[in-house]
């Protein structure tokens, strides 16, 4: 079944379009269609999107903030008996009830350039300075350290936490080759080992060599051409990865059928595990 999504926002349409296809992804055998309306700031353009919805009927879910706008959307698409839903409404109706406070509605308010938003430019910088084994000397300063053989998600998952504002480092586990002294030194960071079953790790090696044609050179951070995807070493790689993170206790979370948000959702347990953790412990000791 195809179904025409028409997804409006006042701003950059990020929150209307996860929380849509967060929708849709319940139904099985429904293919949808997404025309994106982001900044929308105008009558003009609230006809254009009308103009679109009645050549490609569809229900209509919007985040806007001006009244005007939202009552010109909601009037033209009951004229055409199309669904259109404030998606926001209900969570911000209950949290001003909670609080006992009214909202004061502004455009773009959660994209403002606020402490948060710093935060996570520094997050992500501070990932891409240490990727991949890079600047160890500085793994202490970050908030989590993961460590895995190659081709075990740890820079989609740096990148998808540091988004979040947590500043991750990753270091790369070679046999034969030692760790950062610094790694076994940690004190702030939560270390987290990331292992992968051998089967679906041969694959995705197997492609990515395929895709750079580098069969017969170094990867970095990895045994050569051949080697590097042959099962059997891959196996030893990971029997020797599991028995590292063992020997320094590193939780570890198995990443064969998880995606990076399973992955970086894992994580942020343990991140918050500990935190509770050590509130309590604070507590006892007063």
Same mark, same amino acid.
């Given at each position: 079944?195809?179904?025409?999504?028409?997804?409006?926002?006042?701003?950059?349409? $990020?929150?209307?379009?996860?929380? &849509?296809?967060?929708? !849709?992804?319940?139904?099985?055998?429904? %293919?949808?269609?997404?025309?994106?309306?982001?900044?929308?700031?105008?009558?003009?353009?609230?006809?254009?999107?009308?103009?679109?919805?009645? *050549?490609?009927?569809?229900? !209509?879910?919007?985040?806007?903030?001006?009244?005007?706008?939202?009552?010109?959307?909601?009037?033209?698409?009951?004229?055409?008996?199309?669904?259109?839903?404030? %998606?926001?409404?209900?969570?911000?109706?209950? @949290?001003?009830?909670? @609080?006992? &406070?009214?909202?004061?509605? #502004?455009?773009?308010?959660?994209?403002?350039?606020?402490?948060?938003?710093?935060?996570? %430019? $520094? &997050?992500?910088?501070?990932?891409?300075?240490?990727?991949?084994?890079?600047?160890?000397?500085?793994?202490?300063?970050?908030? !989590?350290?993961?460590?895995?053989?190659?081709?075990?998600?740890?820079?989609?998952?740096?990148?998808? +936490?540091?988004?979040?504002?947590?500043?991750?480092?990753? !270091?790369?586990?070679?046999?034969?080759?030692?760790?950062?002294?610094? @790694?076994?030194?940690?004190?702030?960071?939560?270390?987290?080992?990331?292992?992968?079953?051998?089967?679906?790790?041969? #694959?995705?090696?197997?492609?990515?060599?395929?895709? +750079?044609?580098?069969? &017969? #050179?170094?990867?970095?951070? *990895?045994?050569?051409?051949?080697?590097?995807? #042959?099962?059997?070493?891959?196996?030893?790689?990971?029997?020797?990865?599991?028995?590292?993170?063992?020997?320094?206790?590193?939780?570890? %979370?198995?990443?064969?059928?998880?995606?990076?948000? $399973?992955?970086?959702?894992?994580?942020?347990?343990?991140?918050?595990?500990?935190?509770?953790?050590? +509130?309590?412990?604070?507590? *006892? *000791?007063?």
């Amino acid at each position: 079944m195809r179904l025409h999504l028409h997804l409006v926002s006042d701003s950059t349409g $990020e929150t209307v379009t996860t929380v &849509a296809r967060a929708a !849709v992804a319940q139904f099985d055998s429904v %293919i949808s269609v997404e025309h994106v309306w982001s900044f929308v700031r105008s009558r003009a353009q609230v006809d254009q999107v009308l103009s679109m919805v009645k *050549a490609l009927p569809g229900p !209509v879910i919007f985040t806007l903030v001006s009244g005007d706008l939202r009552q010109a959307l909601q009037d033209g698409c009951r004229v055409l008996e199309t669904p259109c839903v404030p %998606i926001l409404d209900g969570v911000v109706a209950a @949290l001003s009830t909670l @609080l006992g &406070a009214e909202t004061r509605p #502004q455009v773009g308010r959660q994209h403002a350039m606020d402490a948060g938003y710093f935060s996570r %430019i $520094e &997050a992500m910088n501070f990932m891409f300075h240490h990727d991949d084994g890079q600047c160890a000397w500085e793994l202490d300063q970050a908030d !989590v350290v993961l460590i895995g053989v190659s081709r075990t998600s740890k820079t989609p998952t740096s990148i998808y +936490l540091a988004n979040r504002g947590i500043k991750v480092a990753n !270091v790369p586990v070679v046999p034969d080759c030692p760790l950062p002294a610094e @790694l076994e030194r940690l004190t702030r960071p939560l270390a987290v080992g990331l292992t992968i079953s051998p089967e679906p790790l041969v #694959q995705i090696r197997m492609n990515r060599l395929n895709q +750079l044609r580098l069969e &017969a #050179q170094p990867q970095a951070a *990895a045994p050569v051409g051949g080697d590097y995807a #042959q099962l059997e070493n891959v196996r030893a790689e990971l029997v020797y990865a599991r028995r590292l993170f063992a020997r320094y206790g590193w939780p570890v %979370i198995d990443v064969s059928r998880r995606s990076v948000e $399973e992955t970086a959702a894992a994580i942020l347990q343990l991140l918050q595990a500990r935190k509770v953790a050590e +509130l309590a412990g604070g507590e *006892a *000791a007063r």
